[in-house]
């Protein structure tokens, strides 16, 4: 469940440089343990 979680955020955040902000704004709001494991992810 958590590894698709992760899988369907890393395609969000792959899908445009102009919708990180937006969608890591989103996840911060949301998960916000989710998303340090997505920006580790991006790099």
């Given at each position: 469940?958590?590894?698709?979680?992760?899988?369907k955020a890393?395609?969000?955040?792959?899908?445009?440089p102009?919708?990180l902000?937006?969608w890591?704004?989103?996840?911060?709001?949301?998960?916000s343990?989710?998303v340090?494991v997505?920006f580790?992810l991006?790099?």
């Amino acid at each position: 469940m958590k590894a698709l979680q992760t899988k369907k955020a890393h395609h969000f955040f792959c899908s445009g440089p102009q919708k990180l902000d937006r969608w890591s704004s989103f996840w911060s709001s949301l998960h916000s343990e989710e998303v340090d494991v997505l920006f580790l992810l991006s790099k």
